[in-house]
């Protein structure tokens, strides 16, 4: 059976400030996985952090989780908050 290839939805914890995005956007790009589309959204209650949600173009199993594996190991990076497949297109 050959290596899964899809979508992936993933959702980041990450640090409210420049030039985290770019930090993200070059991990992905390191592991050959193509970001489709990215939100950013900054929290209200000041703590300094912000969600970071990332669709990926179709990508096999192992370069997804060695670009989660190298995510968590940012200091921008405070979680990886889930991780899902997306089905269909």
Known sequence: ????????????????????????????????????????HGRQNGDGEASLVVVTHRAPDAALSGTVEALRKLDTVRGV????RVEGE
């Open 81 to 84: 908050a889930s991780i899902m």
């Open 1 to 40: 059976m050959g290596e899964v290839v899809t979508r992936y939805h993933i959702s980041l914890d990450v640090a409210d400030k420049p030039g985290v995005l770019a930090q993200v956007a070059t991990v992905f790009a390191e592991h050959g996985v193509s970001i489709d589309t990215v939100r950013q």
